[in-house]
């Protein structure tokens, strides 16, 4: 038999086990110019809550009773596809399920003996090349400014982090935890640190850490610690809008500070990003990450939640801040 998870309910606030539903039905078949796949390592991440919401956005929702997807990186267990061989470890958007069928479009094989299978799934994967394609485009980083980054110790913004270290930045980090601080500064180089949870007031501890004041403020968060960074914003200064996972669970529109004055002021740019809007740039960002990476330039952490049963509580988990790195599931 062949375990799939379901979005059996749409959530209300911050989603619970309730909302997923485990089936079991039998085991596909590869047909012709296809591929089985054994699912190994699934990830989990912020932006599936948005398509767990009925409207419109930049990808459709899930739908109801019928199995969510994200990046996974699977084993081919037997093919009638001439483009794969049984034995062949791949990556792509499929389902959440044990084994699935696949015509091949969309998956991109990967070498376990360059790199960990799971860091396709982040450094290697959709994060690494996040973090790396959007300070290319929007960042524009230069020697000697201040990169800030909130959501720092998660998998794109300690990315981030590293890559500005290595373009000659000086890099402050906001997250949770003083233990995520350390980690922050020991493993990926972060010159200073804010826990926002035991910091009462964010402008000012931002000022403190950045008294050059903030060139870059590479935003996963979204919120009050969005707001605090518009407070030390330089004069042409830059705002990367990747996510915002403090808004989220939010079942009504929220409203803050308005910007437009800091805007013109200081002649700010902020952009949205999307990562899905620059596949023709992943091969360049894949090897430059990859010669950083063997360079020892850059290095990852990884939060590993083991069993298939497991991957809506790990997803869950995001939102209590509970990974350090990329969240993944190891299906065993």
Known sequence: MNQAILLKNRPEGKPQLSDFEFTKEDQPEDQDGEVLLKSKYVSVDPYLRGRMRDVESYIDPFKLNEPLESNIVAEV?????????????????????????SDGKGLNKVDEDKASLSAYLGILGLT???????LDKIGDLKKGETLLVSGASGAVGSTVGQIGKIKGCRVVGIAGSDEKLELMKEKFGFDEGINYKSTEDMAEAIAS???????????????????????????????INCGAISLYNETEPQTGPRYEGIFVKKTVKMQGFLVRDHVKEFGPAIQQLTKWLNEDKLTYSETVVEGFENIPQAFIDLFEGKNKGKMVVKIY
Request: charge should be negative; glycine fraction near 12%.
């Open 77 to 101: 267990i037997s093919s009638k596809n001439s483009n794969f061989k049984e034995g062949d470890f791949v990556h792509g958007m499929l389902k959440w399920k044990e084994y699935q069928t």
């Open 128 to 134: 690494g090349l996040t973090a790396y394609i959007s």
């Open 209 to 239: 850490t950045c008294p050059n004041g903030v060139d870059v403020y590479y935003d996963n968060v979204g919120g009050e610690i969005l707001d605090a960074a518009m407070n030390n914003i330089n004069k042409d200064g830059r705002v």
